[in-house]
């Protein structure tokens, strides 16, 4: 098989050329293969090792698949494309991140069905709000300047943006942008990955790990040779990934290196007739207000979110160190369902008082300078960490997971390898509280504990 190449479909891989190539070592394909997580990167993850040939791959997750509670696991997330960078590019990393998610969602046949290419509007009104958004590239012929609201409701179909909009600028990218169906997304991916092999262990017995398993050799260095599960079984394998979102700082010490964050979100059920007029419309953000994307074909709910630094959990440990801790909830706070009816107020305030017929909140983990983790533990050489998606990991689904493997193959470029490496001294006196650039609600990181009343929405 592998010195047939040309034989073998190909597969997405890290750099911008679809590759096929197979690791140097084909003893390698045969390697047990353990992700922990079934979310977005685990997914991926799992299906670039099935498409370069590895055989023998199994996903741990605490929930049936598609995870219940990952950030992936949702109606619709926002998606623009990048061209590849050039070489000598100051944000040759990034690009080379988004260029690749770029050619996935244009050609990869699990992934291109569920991209909606209705454009998106990037808009601010606050000072460091419009600053931000006008360091993005808004170079070219699909580009259009919006500094007034009667510019914002020329993007819309007539009476949708009747709000009085105070204030907002920004613009307007036609082509190349919107929205991907997630959960679809997310469904295809593990399903491809089953077909091509992958096994995947779901439920709150079998597939839920308590603990990572250690070992020792004859000089006394450790390593890590796999997993328990809540049910007793022990999963062993050569090759540990760790792809477990918010939740990885629960199994070993990061070094304060991710901070467990989340976001706000809710749902309107519209009619079926108001769901056609609303359809294709495009995604509309606002750093400092929040954004919604059109509603979806199946259910007929429009999805907005309330923009903001995150939430935070923070719980503190006998020492006095405070540390965030991710837990599952199908409701809001109510100061974020006030924010959320704000934003409709300001741009559709025949919604605004419509019932949320859906509500969550979606956690991630902020790395200090946003910039993804994907490394072998410097203690652990058997396991890889695939984590600190910091707020836009899920753009990513069609190509992270060929990053990560070629981080696990020893190939990953080296300037991509140098920005998402194991970087403790970044975290040293870190300020949990850093906005990280983020803006909207109070402008400032908020804690779940001072939280004082939630909604009390139907969990559907």
Same mark, same amino acid.
């Given at each position: ?267 309107? &059920? @519209?009619?079926?007739?108001? /769901?056609? %007029?609303? !359809?294709?419309? *495009? ?127 020893? &190939? @990953?470029?080296?300037?991509? /390898?140098? %920005?998402? !490496?194991?970087? *403790? ?36």
């Amino acid at each position: 098989m592998h010195a047939d190449q040309s034989s073998q479909p190909p597969s997405l891989s890290i750099v911008i050329r679809i590759d096929s190539t197979y690791p140097a070592d084909v003893t390698m394909l045969q390697w047990p293969i353990l992700i922990i997580g079934a979310g977005t990167w685990g997914a991926s993850t799992a299906l670039h090792l099935a498409r370069r040939g590895y055989t023998n791959v199994t996903v741990l997750d605490a929930y049936p698949q598609p995870s219940a509670i990952s950030a992936g696991n949702d109606v619709n997330k926002i998606v623009s494309f990048t061209d590849p960078p050039a070489d000598d590019d100051p944000e040759f990393v990034n690009k080379t991140f988004f260029a690749a998610l770029t050619k996935g969602f244009q050609h990869d046949p699990v992934f291109k069905p569920h991209f909606h290419n209705v454009g998106n509007i990037i808009s601010a009104f606050s000072a460091g709000g419009l600053k931000h958004i006008g360091r993005r590239d808004r170079r070219g012929a699909d580009i259009v300047e919006l500094d007034s609201p009667e510019d914002f409701r020329s993007a819309f179909p007539s009476g949708i943006l009747s709000g009085p909009l105070p204030g907002w600028k920004g613009y307007w990218r036609k082509n190349g942008a919107g929205w991907v169906h997630a959960r679809n997304a997310l469904v295809s991916a593990i399903t491809e990955a089953q077909r091509l092999g992958v096994t995947f262990i779901g439920g709150e017995s079998e597939g839920k790990v308590v603990r990572l398993l250690f070992s020792s050799n004859n000089n006394g260095a450790q390593d890590i040779i796999g997993a328990e599960t809540a049910d007793g079984k022990q999963h062993l394998a050569s090759k540990v990934i760790l792809a477990a979102g918010a939740n990885a700082d629960q199994f070993l010490d990061f070094k304060k290196q991710l901070r467990p964050t989340a976001w706000t979100l809710a749902h309107i &059920r @519209m009619s079926p007739e108001e /769901a056609k %007029a609303y !359809r294709n419309l *495009p995604v509309l953000f606002n750093a400092d207000q929040g954004f919604f994307i059109e509603p979806d074909e199946e259910n007929h709910e429009l999805k907005i979110c309330d923009e903001h630094p995150g939430y935070c959990n923070w719980v503190y440990a006998s020492d006095g160190e405070r540390r965030s801790v991710p837990f599952a909830r199908h409701q809001i706070p109510l100061e974020s369902a006030e924010r959320i009816r704000g934003l409709l107020r300001a741009t559709m305030p025949q919604l605004a008082e419509r019932p949320f017929s859906f509500a969550r909140i979606c956690w991630c983990a902020d790395t200090v300078d946003r910039n993804f983790l994907i490394d072998y533990h410097p203690d652990y050489p058997s396991l890889l960490l695939a984590v600190g998606a910091s707020g836009r990991g899920f753009a990513h689904i069609p190509s992270i997971g060929g990053f990560i493997v070629d981080r696990l193959e020893g &190939r @990953m470029d080296e300037r991509i /390898a140098t %920005a998402v !490496r194991w970087r *403790p001294e970044q975290a040293v006196d870190r300020d949990w509280d850093d906005t990280q650039n983020r803006f909207g609600g109070p402008y400032a990181v908020m804690d779940f504990q001072k939280v004082e009343g939630w909604t009390d929405v139907e969990d559907s």
